[in-house]
């Protein structure tokens, strides 16, 4: 009789830890699935962003390229034309991240960063755990039962 409810015992307890191994896998599927939503959106409002600036700056652009030239062809003095040029960068690089592929080519250098200078990216003192929290949070608990 003990044989037979020890049995169902152990089967219940197998079933019981398929099930919380099952429900952890979910649990994290969720998490990853809802990180990346958060990282599509914020991606999103980037560009958004990017796109938003770029009209304006365009317009300023527009309106500064048009005085500053106008200015040096009646000044008859080439150097109006100089701040053309860094505002042209600046515009350049907002059109190409607004609209361009300047997102891919990020996208693609850090997938190389991550596949060849992996020692670029290991934080100071290496990677933190449990104890060396636990450290931290003991000497900061010493600090503030001192005061």
């Given at each position: 009789m003990g044989f037979i409810f020890s049995k169902s015992m152990n089967e219940n307890m197998k079933i019981q830890q398929e099930f919380m191994v099952m429900n952890a896998r979910l649990q994290l599927e969720r998490q990853l699935t809802m990180q990346n939503e958060m990282r599509e959106r914020q991606m999103a409002m980037q560009i958004a962003w990017?796109?938003?600036?770029?009209?304006y700056f365009g317009?300023?652009?527009?309106?500064?390229?048009?005085s500053?030239?106008?200015?040096a062809i009646r000044q008859k003095k080439p150097a109006f034309l100089i701040p053309i040029v860094p505002l042209s960068f600046i515009f350049t690089y907002q059109y190409d991240l607004g609209y361009g592929t300047l997102l891919q080519r990020m996208k693609s250098e850090a997938?190389?960063?991550?596949?060849?200078?992996k020692t670029k990216l290991e934080l100071p003192k290496g990677m933190i755990t449990f104890?060396?929290?636990e450290k931290v949070r003991r000497e900061q608990s010493r600090f503030f039962a001192d005061k």
């Open positions: 990017s796109r938003e600036f770029l009209k317009t300023f652009f527009s309106i500064a390229a048009i500053l030239t106008t200015g997938e190389d960063i991550l596949e060849t200078e104890e060396s929290l």
